[in-house]
């Protein structure tokens, strides 16, 4: 896996995670689901901490500065 998001990319993805995270445990989430907010907390806090997003891979989208090298 490449590294496809910069940094401000990956705080905010780890930070939104991370409240979503909070607030679906906490339940403040209940009409919509607490579940559905926790994994999508989940889904952040793991692209965020790993740098990498499928999805911008998919539509070929980087938003990392730094040029990638093929190892």
């Not at 910069?6 to 919509?32: E, H, N, S």
């Amino acid at each position: 896996m490449r590294v496809n998001e910069g940094t401000t990319d990956r705080v905010i993805r780890v930070v939104l995670g991370i409240v979503l995270i909070v607030l679906a445990v906490a339940g403040w989430l209940k009409p919509a689901g607490p579940w559905v907010f926790g994994i999508l907390g989940a889904v952040s806090l793991l692209t965020g901490l790993t740098g990498f997003c499928a999805l911008y891979r998919l539509f070929g989208i980087s938003t990392c500065p730094v040029p990638q090298q093929k190892k």
